[in-house]
Each structure stands twice: as C-alpha cells, then as structure tokens.
Nanobody, 119 residues
Framework: QVQLVESGGGLVQAGGSLRLSCAASGRTFSSYAMGWFRQAPGKEREFVAARNWSGTITYYADSVKGRFTISRDNAKNTVYLQMNSVKPEDTAVYYC????????????WGQGTQVTVSS
C-alpha cells in the first residue's frame, strides 16, 4: 500500500513559478514509477509528467515540456513538480500517482492540490 499527500498548490501569476510536493508512505515507494496528472474544470484528467523508479527516465506532456520538471528523492519518499513560466491554461487540480506503467496511471492517487494561474 502507498498513501500519497500532495502540497504546494496555490494562486500564482502567469509567468511565475510553483513547486508541488507529493509525500508518500510505504516502504516500497522507491520501486514505483511516479507521476503527476491534472484535471481542469470540465475536462478529463490528463498526464503531465512521470519519472521512473530510479529517477533516470522522465516523460512530459508536450504542453509542459521545457517549463515543468519532475524530480524525486527516494530517501525522503517524495516526488516534486517544479512549475516554471506557468500559464492560465495550467490551472487545474494536480494529482500525484504511483505505479504508472507506460504512462497509464497506477492505482494509487493523492487527494489533489489546486493550482490557479491568474492572467
């Protein structure tokens, strides 16, 4: 079992930065690929970024490539999403996920954290 708790969301102006954190419980954290997804009002949840269990491979949605960075610290059981040059269209609830396979989300989700980007 893995429990995930996100933090770091909030209100930010367009062009600004924000860092999301996802703290995981469970001794098997380091064996899971970790990822971030987001869901904007009226839209389906979509993939944002993922990092494999060893942290050597990363994947990004085209919409965030070059602006967002996913990282993980297995010693702290935490995965991060650094968001730079944010845009109003980045406004969404951001969810942490554990256990992705081929970018398909695993069964472990956090509760989500709201990110709002003002123009």
């Amino acid at each position: 079992q893995v429990q995930l708790v996100e933090s770091g969301g909030g209100l930010v102006q367009a062009g600004g930065s924000l860092r999301l954190s996802c703290a995981a419980s469970g001794r098997t954290f380091s064996s899971y690929a970790m990822g971030w997804f987001r869901q904007a009002p009226g839209k389906e949840r979509e993939f944002v970024a993922a990092r494999n269990w060893s942290g050597t491979i990363t994947y990004y949605a085209d919409s965030v490539k070059g602006r967002f960075t996913i990282s993980r610290d297995n010693a702290k059981n935490t995965v991060y999403l650094q968001m730079n040059s944010v845009k109003p269209e980045d406004t969404a609830v951001y969810y942490c996920n554990a256990g992705l396979v081929n970018l398909v989300p695993g069964r472990y989700w956090g509760q989500g954290t709201q990110v709002t980007v003002s123009s």
